[in-house]
Nanobody, 122 residues
Framework: QVQLVESGGGLVQAGGSLRVSCVGS????????MSWFRQVPGKERVFVAG???????VYSDSAKGRFTISRDNAKRTVYLQMNSLKPEDTAVYSC????????????????WGQGTQVTVSS
């Protein structure tokens, strides 16, 4: 089993930056693909960025060029550095873990954190 806990959300002005973190723990073995998703009330959860155990990254079109996903396997932590934030980035950001490959749909992810709120004001 894997438990995931996000942190680092908050309120930021448009154009500003924020870094959210996700710390993993538990008894499951192996290196997991880690991804960030975001969701607003009444809308479906959408993919933001993903990273493989070897550091291969995938970004959504909206995130590309502004966001950077990274991981520190020794700390069992994945990060999402968000720059040039826009009001439309406002959402609950959740991390998710799975094996075998980066998937942009939320359904195949086995483990999820509770999310951290990111609010971007105009």
């Amino acid at each position: 089993q894997v438990q995931l806990v996000e942190s680092g959300g908050g309120l930021v002005q448009a154009g500003g930056s924020l870094r959210v973190s996700c710390v993993g723990s538990g008894s499951a073995s192996g290196i997991y693909v880690m991804s960030w998703f975001r969701q607003v009330p009444g809308k479906e959860r959408v993919f933001v960025a993903g990273i493989s155990g070897g550091g291969i990254t995938v970004y959504s079109d909206s995130a590309k060029g502004r966001f950077t996903i990274s991981r520190d396997n020794a700390k069992r932590t994945v990060y999402l550095q968000m720059n040039s934030l826009k009001p439309e980035d406002t959402a609950v950001y959740s991390c998710a873990a799975r094996r075998l490959g980066i998937i942009t749909r939320p359904d195949p992810y086995e483990f999820w954190g509770q999310g951290t709120q990111v609010t971007v004001s105009s």
